[in-house]
């Protein structure tokens, strides 16, 4: 008998398991990956993550198709190794806070930047509109946020879980986008927004049925969920450590579309945009074409990257 190479994308990741589904069709099957396999992709933790594409045979991946991109944090704070949160992502949905909790400001520019220089497309969830509009101060944050990220390039959504608002234009967004990724912090409603979606989906019990969890308490996995009228969503755990792998200081403003867009401008190649006389950038900041919070989340950054070196 001649072995079949079946090619599907891996839908669900444990420490140690894997399933796999032909997508768009779901009929998720467990798998798992040979050592070999594993270290291949070397530099990462985990070589074989949601979203990839795998040819499998008599349960077991043999080939990981190359990726088209992939979302990435690295797997702890002083390690130059990366964890991969998902591959082939085609929408990375950031979904950000100002209250209840407050999203750091920098986590959001790490995000952003690690998108970029990865090549995932990402757009910005604002969620719990309903605690900003009662509050004044709370509603200039809120304009402000709008306008500091759709100033530098960035589409921004209004969202509420908790009175639907939002939610079916996101609903429509997705099932045409294909892959999308939810990440944020803790707490800003991520799991909340999925459910919203369709509320047949359960990211906190999962969507692999139960014949296959081997008990109750399996560690952090990912896992991708089919929304009903099309799509596929990944819910992320609080992305704790998320910051910038592998991206040389001298880039980083690279993945600054406000500050790409200028950096041509400045009378040093390469500009660290920081003390260079004639910095377009810098001229930018001063006249207030390129947001204060920005720069210096990118100075935050400089500083920080320059540590692991
Ligand atoms: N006020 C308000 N609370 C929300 C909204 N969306 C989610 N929450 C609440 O925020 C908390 C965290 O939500 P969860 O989905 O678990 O967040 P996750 O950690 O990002 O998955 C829960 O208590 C939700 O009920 C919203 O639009 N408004
Ligand atoms: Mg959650
Ligand atoms: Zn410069």
New binding site residues.
Partial sequence: MTKVNLKGTVVRHTGSHYFVSPLPLWNPEPVVARGRLRLAGSGSTNPVAVGDIVEYSDGTITAVMPRKNCVVRRSTNLSRQNHIIAANVDCAWL?V?LA?PQTKWPFIDRFLVTCRAYDVPVRILL?????YENDENLMALHDLFHSIYEGAGYTVMD?????GRGIERLRQECRSVGLSL?S?????????????LDPSLN??TGGISDKYRQGRHTTTFYEIYPLQGGGFLI?T??IRGFGIVDIDPEEISNYFPEMLKVSHECRYKPCTHTHEPDCAVIRGVEEGRISYERYSSYLGMLDEEGKYR
Avoid: Q, R, Y
Avoid at 127 to 131: A, F, T
Avoid at 159 to 163: A, E, I, R, T, Y
Avoid at 184 to 196: T, W, Y
């Fill in positions: 979904v806070t209840d969620n719990k509109m309903d605690l969202l509420c879980v908790n009175d939810f944020g912090v803790s707490g800003v409603g991520k799991s909340s927004i999925i459910k919203a990211p906190k819910d755990p609080g």
